[in-house]
């Protein structure tokens, strides 16, 4: 008993104690970062999303004294590519990525690779707030421990959108949407396979035709591929015909094709932001009659971060960017549709009530899916699976 | 005494007769030495990323792509074809044109075209021609019926023929340019009226007469354009098909995989495309032989009409259409950037507005800024380096050979990606990559060349009887240089300076490379945001990417004659 009661105000002391000396070392960050320049390697193709990143620079310029440069990229794996030759050539400090919006095969690559910095998360004040028992794609990214060494910011579940002037019955399942482009021929495409929403749509088709989703957990080998995507190549071989220029063409990424649905090319799209129509109606990128459905077994969710290279010049004022990200101010900014209309990382449990209040708030839209109607909410598979995919359908497609 | 004033001028070069060397230095060692650091790794060796030893599995990797054969001969084809329709259009138009009075101020009518990055028109063209662009819109539904747009490839059409057509609409307008120039060098007039009295017809004329006269003038241009086709990177990104793409754009995707071993094929690729280059331009040295043989009897022969001047009339037509093309390419940017919203079959957008301008100036103002610093700096050196060694030139009498004229056009004839890969490896190295300083060096090595081409002629038929005037009077060279020289050839100066920097504005993987990424213009933006983003947004940078290099055009026209208000004769009114 003496034992436990000693252990019981050691710990009550500990506590507070810990917490102080966190503080310490948070605020030690943040005078660290005063006057840095915080290369931001970010995916760039996305107008409302490089506008969010401007805003998160005067603010944090505000605050911190941190500036932001936003290096835009085509594709993140430009960046990992960067962080490799700096590597390559020795370069172990005075690095030039700072900070990288990742996720997914890109952080599994600089995790084996050791090319990140961290744990770094428990520094961050504002990450004990993330949701990290409901939303499992905070803490596992496709099937990787995330292990602090990057820090969520935005969420992501695959969902459809259509214009609500030409569909009349949506398509339920993997299926139902074969069956709906058979009868609708070019009326609808996906991503190139090299963007990660093209291998996603691939992705999706395969958990609902899998013969057992739950491999699609471990690792993908050259065992199980070919049986476990067999039905899915014969779904797609089935579907091309009927895709947007019979398949043998497809739109580079997810705005590219979005701009197809606004020019009318084609009927209906896959997205990975649940509120795509809303912010896309708001923006007058879409017509204001295009809606959202998700598939009736759940469609793939997963949750993007940031991470900072070992060698970034600049880790203090990255930090103080990825806790800025956190702020739960910030946070209903992004889920705001007129801005980015991002779904939240926070546990709204862990905000307080004027904080919630941010979020109950925030404008609605009729294109705006409510919790409910978004459904289940499927783990991204292993990023082996999406490499073995991509490196498939190019043997099969590209002639 | 001409002579006396010679030997003077001579022993006070000093430091001027080193400018040369300097110069061709400046932009023939990052090229050298980009070169051998894509050869290398071409053949396995790059020892930072685990290639220790010399081997094919490089090419083994590029041939064992699926798409390999294809995107080879999407590469020839549009290279080709693209060059052979260039030098046909240009050629003809000519041929049609030459004797219209307008003919000779047509540098001005091209020069908005010709400044115009070629990324910009690409994107204006993909709107233009796109099943649902500005041409379908226009034409639907009322002639064409199509209420939803047509399910047909044009832009990124797996055969490249966007991306002929993409090319063709800067390519064109840059050999007529080139025949204007060489045409003031062959006593042109006499010889047609010589032809016209003997009955030839006007286009036959010129075909038979007048090119074979000013061919070899503008043989190195025509190779600049086969180069430039077959190895393009930003055009074929916006218009070129994607799977496969042609070869250049492979070599990038590969180069920026994030499989650090991708390095060992995209090497390979560039490689590959370096001898596609050269066996093109090779076959066309070999072509013009054989051409020379039977036009030579085709001359000879003496037929008065035919099909040459139906020809040149089609040429003419072609010409006008890219004309048309380009300008509408650049108008319907335009008018996107003021667009609140605009679907098809909407002919015109429901409603203009500053709006969009407004949010987006400051995302432009960076960008802008640094592609204002870096054509400035890039154009002053390159200035700085061509006059000295034009001034070295005219104080040692000697001329630069052909010799030297071919080394002005290794930038122009190496395919980019061939050297800027290893070029951008040894900044790494030297922790020099990403700064502005690496991007002006990058950008120096293709503005030289054009800055040095656009000046040397008139430079050269400067009447060096003003500098002996001033000689005799007592002025040294040096003054002759500022107080002479300098004044009288300030407009050609100004003229080719303008040049220098549209050259500067449209660069695109040049930036990217020495850049690494990290030093963004308004041409890197504009083709990173042409892959999707809002077509208003790519709009307001493109037409950004437009005006630059027209306001430089405009100033260099302008200035002299407001510096100049008094003294008419140096304004360069002849």
């Known amino acids: ?399 | 005494m001409g002579e006396a004033v010679h030997e003077v001028t001579v022993d006070r070069r000093g430091l001027l007769s080193w400018m040369p060397a300097l110069t061709v230095g400046a932009f023939m060692l990052p090229i050298g030495a980009g070169l051998i650091g894509t050869l290398l790794p071409a053949f396995g060796y790059l020892p930072a990323i685990g290639g220790s030893e010399f081997g094919l599995d490089p090419w083994r990797r590029l041939f064992a792509y699926p798409g390999f054969a294809t995107s080879v001969t999407v590469t020839l084809v549009t290279g080709v074809v693209t060059a052979l329709l260039a030098v046909g259009i240009a050629f003809g138009f000519c041929a049609w044109a030459h004797d219209w009075r307008w003919f000779r101020r047509i540098g001005a009518w091209l020069a908005p075209i010709l400044s115009t990055p070629h990324s910009a028109i690409a994107i204006g063209f993909a709107f233009l021609v796109a099943p649902s662009g500005w041409i379908a819109r226009a034409l639907s539904p009322w002639l064409t019926g199509w209420v939803l747009p047509p399910d047909i490839a044009t832009v990124h059409d797996p055969r490249g023929l966007a991306l002929v057509f993409g090319l063709l609409l800067k390519e064109v307008p840059y050999l007529v340019l080139m025949i204007v120039g060489a045409l003031q060098q062959v006593p042109a007039r006499q010889h047609l009226a010589i032809a016209h009295a003997l009955g030839y017809s006007r286009a036959a004329a010129w075909i038979k007469v007048i090119l074979p006269q000013i061919y070899p003038q503008i043989r190195l241009p025509v190779y600049a354009v086969i180069a430039f086709s077959l190895s393009v990177v930003d055009v074929a990104l916006i218009l070129g098909p994607s799977n496969p793409p042609p070869l250049a754009v492979l070599a990038v995707r590969w180069f920026t995989d994030a499989d650090i071993q991708f390095y060992f094929p995209a090497a390979a690729a560039a490689t590959l495309l370096l001898v596609l280059v050269i066996a093109v331009i090779a076959g066309w040295f070999a072509l013009e032989r054989v051409a020379m043989t039977t036009g030579r009897r085709w001359i000879a022969r003496g037929g008065r009409r035919g099909v040459v001047a139906a020809g040149a009339r089609a040429a003419a037509f072609g010409f006008g259409g890219l004309f048309v093309l380009s300008v509408l390419a650049i108008v319907g940017m335009g008018v996107w950037s003021f667009a609140t919203e605009w679907r098809f079959p909407d002919a015109w957008p429901p409603a203009l507005s500053l709006a969009n301008w407004m949010r987006r100036l400051d995302g432009l103002a960076h960008p802008a800024w640094i592609t204002f610093v870096v054509g400035v700096l890039a154009t002053a050196i390159a200035l700085a380096l061509v006059l000295s060694c034009l001034e070295n030139e005219s104080r040692g009498r000697r001329r630069t050979g052909t010799g030297a004229l071919w080394l002005l056009y290794v930038p122009l004839l190496v395919p980019q990606v061939a050297f800027l890969f290893g070029g951008q490896v040894l900044l790494v190295r030297a922790n020099f990559d990403g700064t502005i300083v690496a991007v002006v060096w990058a950008h120096l090595i293709f503005v030289l060349p054009y800055l040095f081409l656009s000046l040397a002629d008139p430079w050269r038929a400067f009447d060096p009887r003003y500098a002996r005037t001033a000689a005799s009077l007592g002025a040294s060279p040096a003054r002759v240089f500022w107080r002479i020289k300098l004044p009288i050839l300030l407009r050609p100066v100004l003229i080719a300076s303008a040049v220098a920097f549209a050259v500067s504005v449209g660069q695109y993987l040049a930036t990217v490379f020495a850049g690494n990424g990290r030093v963004a213009t308004l041409t890197t933006d504009a083709v990173t945001l042409a892959a999707g983003a809002d077509r208003r947004v790519i709009g307001a940078y493109a037409l950004a990417q437009a005006i630059f290099p027209l306001v430089a055009y405009i100033g260099a026209a302008v200035l002299p004659a407001l510096l100049y208000a008094r003294r008419r004769a140096i304004a360069g009114v002849s």
């Open chain 1, 1 to 399: 008993m003496p034992v436990r009661a000693l252990a019981a105000i050691l710990v009550a002391l500990a506590v507070p104690f810990a917490a102080a000396a966190q503080d310490f070392k948070w605020s030690g960050i943040v005078v660290k970062a005063k006057g840095q320049t915080v290369n931001f390697n970010a995916w760039a193709g996305d107008e409302t999303t490089n506008a969010f990143i401007r805003w998160v620079g005067e603010e944090v310029g505000k605050r911190y004294g941190v500036k932001v440069n936003h290096v835009k990229l085509k594709d993140t794996a430009e960046a990992v590519t960067r962080v490799v030759a700096e590597k390559a050539a020795g370069r172990h400090q005075d690095g030039t990525v700072d900070l990288v919006w990742i996720n997914g095969p890109n952080f599994l690559a600089m995790k084996q690779q050791a090319l990140l910095f961290g744990p770094f998360t428990q520094l961050l004040p504002n990450h004990a707030r993330v949701d990290t028992t409901n939303i499992r794609s905070n803490v596992i990214d496709f099937t990787v421990p995330v292990d602090g060494m990057e820090s969520p910011w935005r969420r992501a579940q695959i969902v459809f959108v259509y214009d609500g002037k030409r569909v009349r019955e949506v398509p339920r399942s993997v299926p139902e949407l074969l069956a709906w482009a058979k009868g609708h021929p070019g009326r609808l495409t996906h991503p190139s396979i090299r963007n990660f929403l093209g291998s996603t749509f691939l992705k999706q088709a395969l958990y609902e035709l899998a013969p057992d989703a739950a491999v699609l957990q471990r690792p993908a080998t050259d065992d199980n591929f070919a049986a476990v995507t067999a039905p899915m190549w014969a779904w797609y071989d089935e579907l091309r015909p009927h895709l947007w220029r019979q398949g043998r063409q497809l739109p580079e990424n997810g705005p590219a094709q979005r701009q197809l649905l606004n020019d009318g090319e084609i009927d209906m799209m896959i997205s990975f932001n649940p509120a795509e129509a809303a912010v896309a109606i708001h923006a007058g990128l879409l017509p204001d009659s295009v809606r959202t459905f998700v598939f009736a077994r759940g469609t793939i969710g997963n949750t993007s971060f940031v991470a900072i290279p070992y060698n970034a010049a600049n880790k203090e004022g990255a930090m103080v960017v990825a806790d800025f990200l956190l702020d739960p101010a910030t946070q209903a900014h992004a889920q705001d549709f007129r801005q980015m209309g991002n779904f939240s990382v926070l546990d709204f449990g862990k905000l307080s009530a004027a904080e919630r209040k941010r979020f109950d708030n925030l404008p609605k839209s009729p294109a705006l899916p409510t919790n409910a109607e978004l459904g289940t909410t499927l783990l991204e598979p292993h990023p082996t699976w999406m490499t073995r995919i991509a490196n498939e359908w190019e043997k099969r497609y590209t002639k």
